[in-house]
């Protein structure tokens, strides 16, 4: 059974950094991409950033592009999202995600990814 389990949300004042981890268990984590998704009050989850299977490729979205790295260690079975100057607007719950199926490119639609976690709370105070 496929698991995922998010940490290291918390509370951060605008302009400061938190790191999200997510750890993967009950498969080849290796062999399959990973992604994390955002989702704030009254709207819809949304694509914040994914990483290939190797860790070759990254994709952002625009809103965190150049502030948000995402990594993965597929020793530690574990994917991380490195969250530096934090705005308001990236208050959240953050989803890690995975799909069920070896993908030759990383999707930004939630209807692709068929494993989450159970999400971790970022809230950024201005």
């Known amino acids: 059974q496929v698991q995922l389990v998010e940490s290291g949300g918390g509370l951060v004042q605008a302009g400061g950094s938190l790191r999200l981890s997510c750890a993967a268990s009950?498969?080849?984590?290796?062999?399959?991409?990973m992604a994390w998704f955002r989702q704030a009050p009254g709207k819809e989850r949304e694509f914040v950033a994914g990483?290939?299977?190797?860790?070759?490729?990254?994709y952002y979205a625009d809103s965190v592009k150049g502030r948000f790295t995402i990594s993965r260690d597929n020793a530690k079975n574990t994917v991380y999202l490195q969250m530096n100057t934090l705005k308001p607007e990236d208050t959240a719950v953050y989803y890690c995600?995975?799909?069920?199926?070896?993908?030759?490119?990383?999707?930004?639609?939630?209807?692709?990814?068929?494993?989450w976690g159970q999400g971790t709370q970022v809230t950024v105070s201005s």
């Open positions: 990483i290939k299977w190797s860790g070759g490729s990254t």
């Open positions: 009950g498969r080849t984590f290796s062999n399959f991409n």
């Open positions: 995600a995975s799909p069920s199926r070896v993908l030759g490119v990383v999707a930004i639609t939630p209807e692709n990814y068929n494993y």
